[in-house]
């Protein structure tokens, strides 16, 4: 069975999709079976990996509403062994249209259930709030990793995040763990980004990942291209630091 790790923060722009993509592809790399599942209607983890959303067919909103089979929708990526659950923008009206429906809350940990034997790790890249689209990202795993940009607000946020973990464990139920949070756009230079990240390892002691992913141009251009940074730009600061998150990743098992 696969080890399902949502990657949440309601805050945008945090690097949630940057690091779903990075990581996915490290884990792949070290010959692990990835399946990346984009539950953002912006579909960034989509194009990211070279798919264009709007010429899917199939993709998670007809899993979510019409309960097609994940294995009718799940493509193959540029990088070996990495597969993608493919996003599209109408994926938003799945948010409003699943409100009214039984078992709202559970839809993608049932059909991801049927294909969990197919993959080590499953990683979802979660849009930037706690809607429905997020919780039923949460149902559905085991773990979550916070990203957090190293910003003035960047502590703001995470009481209600992990609040809503909490209410996910004993609402519906379901065991959700909190791995860490993983400081994203590192500049050490910046005053402000080490203070944050000081803040980070007192709050959060032990929950802080070792790796501390910088800012680094590499990064940002690769989903330009549709590539990973593993294609893109491997030994840049950037590839360097998302090969020693997805480690510690492995080192978890
Ligand atoms: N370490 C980094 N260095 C430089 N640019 C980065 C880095 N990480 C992410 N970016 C860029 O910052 C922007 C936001 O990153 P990303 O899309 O991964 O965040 P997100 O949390 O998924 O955003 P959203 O909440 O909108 O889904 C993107 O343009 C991305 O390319
Ligand atoms: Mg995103």
Known sequence: MARIISFVNQKGGVGKSTSVINVGAFLAAHGKRILAVDLDPQANTTSGLGVDPYQVEWHLYHILTAGVLAEEVIRKTGVFG?????????????GIELVTQPNREFKLRESLAKISNNYDYILIDSPPSLGLLTINGLAASDFVV????????????LGHLL??????????????????AVLTMYDRRNRLNRDVLKEM???FPGRVFNAIIPRCVSLAE??????????????????KAYRQLAEEILALE
Not at 166 to 172: I, K, Q, S, T
Not at 225 to 237: E, N
């Open 82 to 94: 990495l597969d993608l659950l493919p996003s599209n923008p109408n994926l938003a009206g799945a």
């Open 222 to 239: 690769a989903p330009s291209y549709g590539k990973t940074i593993l294609q893109y730009d491997v030994y840049s600061k950037g590839g």
């Open 146 to 157: 916070i990203p957090v940009q190293c910003e003035y607000y960047a502590l703001e946020g």
């Open 163 to 180: 609040k809503t973990v909490d209410l996910v464990r004993e609402n519906l139920g379901h065991n959700v763990n909190v791995l860490g």
């Open 201 to 203: 390892q007192r709050n």
